[in-house]
């Protein structure tokens, strides 16, 4: 079984160069379709808290655990803090309800899910909003949050830590002002929003960049987004016998991100994965390249509507 290459990240970790998204793959479909991408030879499962699928994610990879088809660790498992429990103190807790929720004990990968933090309410209320139906925020300092994470990674419950959704200014605070360098930085990213500017940036500092909706969630019945639908990316991935999506995730690891395509389909997680076998010319990148607008999929508009200090998306990059 062929399995996706790996980089080196910044502490010695390895981390599989495509990964399998899980948002919104709930219930069995979350479970099947892990078992099914461990099975392919995905060993980089992303998930979060927010998911509310870590249960499901936990059997599925102690499940092919004991039928002898991986070990832990081959496993690199990722997930995230969620933006209620930023304040330091509540950090720890809400880890170990996680590791209890995969049923495992540690955690390979563990991210700030974002800069910006909601008011804590308890637990189960993720989206806190006020008697206007307004999102509540909190001005916690991302900073104290990351410190916060540091110590889970010197109480083994994490090898390591990261950001998502950062710009490079928030992602140079964290690295001017940490102890434990982030591995990564999880941010949208496709060839509408390549982030070639975030790439080099991390890239100078030693930080990987994962792309999550690296297929820019397509609609076929109004055949958008241009660069899975065009006749010019069709006509790419009919000379290597592949499909679209096949090529916009090989784009994507020409440019040295992360991709974590989500998908429940069997076909389509087989499919996603087998981009190692051909690689892009250079035009046929500058032709990816040519589909960049900026425009996001995920722009946090909740956050942006009210000015928060630590909104990301404000700044080019």
């Not at 982030?195 to 909706?213: I, P, S």
């Not at 389909?265 to 076998?277: L, M």
Request: charged share 25%; with cysteine.
């Amino acid at each position: 079984m062929k399995l996706a290459p790996t980089v080196k990240l910044n502490n010695g970790y390895e981390m599989p160069i495509l990964g399998l998204g899980t948002y919104n793959s709930k219930d069995n479909e979350g479970e099947a379709a892990v078992k099914h991408a461990i099975d392919v030879g995905y060993r980089h499962i992303d998930t979060a808290f927010f998911y509310q699928n870590e249960a499901e994610v936990g059997k599925a990879i102690r499940d092919k655990i004991a039928e002898g088809v991986v070990k832990r660790e081959d496993i690199f498992l990722v997930t995230k803090l969620w933006n209620v429990f930023h304040d330091p103190a509540l950090v720890e807790g809400i880890c170990r309800k996680q590791l209890a929720n995969f049923g495992l004990d540690y955690i390979d990968l563990y991210l700030m899910h974002m800069p910006v933090g909601y008011k804590y309410t308890d637990e189960t209320n993720l989206m806190p909003k006020d008697e206007n139906d307004v999102l509540q925020l909190s001005d916690v300092d991302y900073l104290d949050t990351y410190k916060a994470m540091e110590k889970l990674v010197k109480l083994g419950l994490v090898r390591s830590i990261g950001v998502s959704n950062f710009n490079s200014e928030q992602l140079a605070r964290v690295l001017a002002n940490c102890e434990i360098k982030p591995v990564t930085n999880q941010v949208e990213c496709s060839p509408a929003l390549n982030q070639k500017a975030l790439t080099a940036f991390c890239k100078k500092n030693d930080v990987t960049l994962t792309g999550y909706t690296p297929l820019g969630k397509p609609k076929p019945d109004i055949q958008k987004p241009d660069f899975i639908y065009s006749p010019e990316v069709t006509a790419i991935a009919q000379k290597y016998g592949k499909t679209t999506p096949q090529v916009v995730l090989r784009y994507l690891v020409g440019l040295g991100v992360i991709p974590i395509p989500k998908s429940s389909n069997p076909k389509r997680i087989s499919e996603n994965f087998d981009v190692f076998d051909f690689e892009l010319t250079p035009e046929e990148m500058t032709v990816l390249d040519g589909y960049h607008t900026g425009e996001r999929v995920v722009p946090l508009n909740l956050i942006k509507g009210q000015n928060h200090k630590y909104y990301p998306f404000a700044i080019e990059f």
